[in-house]
């Protein structure tokens, strides 16, 4: 069996702007299939997910994402870190507004207009590999939401934080023990509103790899 | 006895290395907001209050000195509200942020901030709190703090400049 899905790798983006068509139970349910069929170590399958439908739900999950990221930002931009972040961006209009969906934490809070989230979580007990084991079931649901036509993105931002975790469990209605279930980060997923204006640039294979040992850049 | 009390201390403070160490190499930076609540514990159970943030931090430092957590720590507030720029002296962790350092990584757990920060929430009732900046200078045993400080959501985003607070 030979199926390359480089194509449907390389033209995934992230997507925070969806239209307000709903997504289908069966698109739903395919996106999730294809979360069942990650790896994980030892077939421990450690994942559990809560598909958000309810825009109630939503908002208040992405109250809390836009408070989890805006505080983070607004500091990066007061301490002057920001500045030397987008120094590459010329125009001025263009890199304050771009400053200004980070720094309000609407970055985060954007996704959260998506019709579908799908909270990721595992069970840490008895588990080896639990955040690895979740990124790579992420990184399954992004794949195959992208291979439907739909937009998704992979929202980490407020799962760093243990506060704000607790209340995401709370709104959820998650066990908030902390040996309990890891709360790793939500997929946003819905209909893309128009195209994505500027892809992210991928670092390219010359600057990533090293051939047999640590510093080779040489492949012979 | 002081070389005894001296010898825990180094125990104490080499257990909490190696446990940053290893949660810096799991999660990189993203270890820094993770490890928020180390250290939150002490002001909490004392159950340290006040009807201000001044009141309050003058409350908070007055116990983290007289229970020997620091020999000296003092504060000031950036005009914006939203900046609190903690001086600490001769705190107990100066060790492991010295260690820290030393190998490479940049100090990001601050246990007597954390402790601060968790009263504000606590006893004010601030929205969210998030320290920023932990600058340690191991030779005059001296480490400056600058941490975010929101009362509410739509203070988030309204931005100045903290880099010559």
């Not at chain 1, 304050?96 to 799908?118: E, K, N, Q």
């Amino acid at each position: 069996m030979s199926k390359d899905i480089l194509e449907v790798i390389s033209t995934r983006q992230s997507i925070r702007r969806y239209t307000a068509e709903p997504v289908s139970d069966e698109l739903i349910l395919k996106i999730l299939e294809a979360a069942r069929w990650a790896p994980s170590g030892e077939n421990e399958q450690p994942w559990e997910l809560i598909v958000v439908r309810n825009p109630e739900t939503r908002a208040k999950i992405g109250e809390l994402s836009k408070i989890g990221t805006g505080q983070r930002m607004h500091t990066e931009y007061c301490l002057g870190e920001m500045e030397k972040r987008f120094a590459g961006i010329e125009d001025p209009a263009k890199k304050a507004s771009l400053m200004r969906f980070l720094c309000t934490g609407d970055v985060s809070l954007s996704p959260t207009t998506a019709p579908v989230l799908i909270v990721v979580m595992g069970k840490l007990k008895g588990m080896f590999d639990v955040p690895y084991d979740l990124s790579a079931c992420i990184e399954n649901m992004l794949l195959e939401a992208h291979s439907l036509g739909l937009g998704a993105v992979w929202v980490h931002g407020p799962a760093v934080y243990p506060r704000v975790v607790k209340k995401l469990k709370e709104i959820l209605r998650i066990p908030t023990g902390v040996g309990e279930y890891k709360l790793i980060a939500y997929i946003a997923i819905g209909w893309p509103e128009g195209q994505r204006r500027h892809p992210r640039p991928k670092l390219p294979l010359e600057e990533i790899v090293h051939w047999e040992e640590y510093g080779r850049r040489a492949r012979n | 006895m002081n070389n005894m009390k001296n010898r825990k201390l180094e125990y104490f403070n080499d257990l909490l290395y190696r446990l940053e160490e290893m949660l810096y190499h799991e999660l990189s930076m993203c270890a820094h907001p993770k490890s928020e609540l180390v250290g939150s514990d002490f002001l909490a159970s004392g159950k340290i209050e006040g009807a201000n943030l001044e009141q309050l931090l003058g409350n908070c430092l007055t116990e983290i000195k007289e229970s020997g957590l620091v020999d000296d720590i003092s504060y000031s507030l950036h005009a914006s509200g939203t900046c609190l720029r903690l001086s600490v002296g001769n705190c107990i962790h100066m060790q492991k942020e010295a260690r820290l350092k030393s190998e490479g990584i940049e100090p990001y757990c601050c246990p007597i901030a954390n402790m601060i920060l968790d009263r504000i929430l606590g006893a004010l009732h601030y929205l969210t709190t998030y320290t920023a900046d932990i600058k340690v200078d191991e030779d005059k045993r001296r480490c400056v703090i600058k941490c975010a400080v929101f009362d509410s959501i739509g203070k988030i985003g309204q931005v100045s400049d903290w880099t010559r607070f």
